[in-house]
């Protein structure tokens, strides 16, 4: 007996030169706004804690529900699946969801959590691949497109091998392919040249995983891959001979300009050819100004990520990547994001 086929879907995301496409039509056909094209681009948010768990019994209590008083890992799904028309009607197609979460502190350097979709020898989770599925399916059913990140430095030290690693790329591409899935976009790792355990991971090794998950065809499809590197970074060689598309992060990009400067930098490394370049992380905002980062990417031809975390300070309603996660529009600053998005884009049935 063969494999079962896999699930008829509705979503199918492409690549044709730099632009994306969505069921073999350019995303935002005929769009311009200020003059710029906005034609085949694929403006996304970092979203990353959608499944997010905490294995760690001495660090689960810091995400409690503030009308619960504990943490729940599938109510947290459930709301983020509820927010996810009201991102897709303001323009939203795809965001960045991550097997191994990120910091749900925004920026630290220890990271006793344990969120992993994987188990320390690159088998999976079945709870983390349910709240998985629920995303992808309904991703899928509303046609937008998840950047599904697999490794995050602050957890991929639980992998106990290089092995374990590439048993973790195999397993997910092969999930993926089984529940046929073709609105997704793989990004091998969160910032490769952040502080990762296996070689494997690191810069001048990770176009090997980039490979391995292009050679692996099924029923005729693969996924399109690449990966990302910290803030204000340029691709290397490596990458972008191998990467179907290529992510910048703009963290500590303060200047507008620089963004742009970035694109043209990221187009002149060897090895590049016409690819889409997107930013899926960067904490800077001023939506209400003529220029910011925003505004920079897409006037260079590049899509553009939002990056929102919670500062100390600040409540529950506030922040896309510090659970407890209000997953509505629910703060200023989210807000101010998604009606600049609209205005961008015209927004989305």
Request: charged letters at 25%; hydrophobic letters at 35%; a neutral charge.
């Amino acid at each position: 007996m063969g494999q079962p086929k896999p699930p008829q879907r509705k979503t199918t995301v492409s690549i044709v030169g730099d632009r994306f496409y969505i069921n073999g039509k350019p995303t935002f056909k005929g769009r311009v706004w200020h003059d710029h094209n906005i034609e085949g681009l694929l403006p996304n948010a970092r979203m990353v804690q959608g499944i997010f768990d905490d294995r760690n019994p001495e660090t689960r209590a810091k995400w409690a529900y503030p009308d619960t008083h504990v943490w729940d890992a599938n109510r947290n799904t459930d709301e983020f699946v509820a927010a996810m028309p009201v991102w897709k009607a303001h323009g939203l197609l795809a965001f960045t969801l991550n097997l191994q979460g990120g910091s749900p502190e925004g920026y630290s350097k220890d990271q006793p959590w344990i969120n992993s979709m994987f188990n320390t020898d690159g088998s999976w989770d079945p709870f983390y691949y349910n709240r998985l599925k629920k995303i992808l399916d309904k991703a899928d059913d509303l046609g937008m497109v998840v950047i599904v990140g697999l490794f995050y430095f602050g957890q991929d030290q639980y992998l106990k091998d290089e092995a374990a690693v590439v048993r973790a790329v195999d397993n997910t591409v092969q999930l993926l392919a089984e529940g046929g899935y073709r609105n997704v976009l793989i990004e091998v790792n969160n910032e490769c040249d952040i502080r990762y355990d296996h070689d494997i991971l690191k810069p001048e090794r990770v176009s090997e995983l980039i490979q391995r998950v292009k050679a692996k065809k099924v029923n005729g499809y693969r996924f399109l891959v690449s990966t990302s590197y910290s803030g204000g970074k340029i691709p290397k060689e490596n990458v972008v001979r191998e990467a179907d598309f290529l992510i910048l992060h703009g963290n500590g990009v303060k200047e507008p300009a620089k963004i742009a400067e970035m694109v043209q930098q990221t187009r002149a490394v060897a090895g590049y050819r016409p690819m889409p370049i997107v930013f899926n992380e960067d904490d800077h905002f001023d939506f209400d100004k003529p220029t910011n980062n925003f505004q920079a990417a897409t006037s260079a031809y590049a899509s553009w990520g939002l990056f929102d975390y919670r500062l100390k300070d600040e409540g529950f309603n506030d922040g896309y990547q510090s659970p407890p996660v209000n997953w509505q529009p629910s703060s200023p600053r989210k807000k101010a994001f998604f009606d600049y998005l609209k205005e961008i884009t015209g927004g989305l049935p």
